[in-house]
């Protein structure tokens, strides 16, 4: 069982940045989809942002030109940097990751087997 751990959320006020970070532990073989979710009270989780290990990346419209992913594929590590953080960004983000890519660097969360725990991003107006 691969274990990822987020790390990065906080508090911030509108237009204020934030970095998020996913660490998988217990894990000896590449990852090759890794990405980001976020689900807010009352809503369906929905995809942020995802990356191969060859870099290959996407973003929901809902953050394009806002947020950047990046990954250490030697290290099976991932982070987020947002930007230009706005009330309706306000949500649990997770970290999602799967041995394999399927279609590509799917925003599709059954496309992923392992989860983190989450961590909380509140955007204050």
């Known amino acids: 069982q691969v274990e990822l751990v987020e790390s990065g959320g906080g508090s911030v006020q509108t237009g204020g940045s934030l970095t998020l970070s996913c660490a998988a532990a217990?894990?000896?073989?590449?990852?090759?989809?890794m990405g980001w979710f976020r689900q807010a009270p009352g809503k369906e989780r929905e995809g942020v942002a995802a990356i191969s290990t060859r870099g290959v990346s996407r973003y929901g419209d809902y953050v394009k030109g806002r947020f950047t992913i990046a990954r250490s594929n030697a290290k099976n590590t991932m982070t987020l940097q947002m930007n230009s953080l706005k009330p309706e960004d306000t949500a649990m983000y997770y970290c999602?990751?799967?041995?394999?890519?399927?279609?590509?660097?799917?925003?599709?969360?059954?496309?992923?087997?392992?989860w983190g725990q989450g961590t909380q991003v509140t955007v204050s107006s």
């Open positions: 999602a990751a799967n041995p394999e890519c399927y279609g590509g660097t799917r925003l599709i969360p059954s496309d992923y087997d392992f």
């Open positions: 217990e894990v000896d073989y590449r990852l090759n989809c």
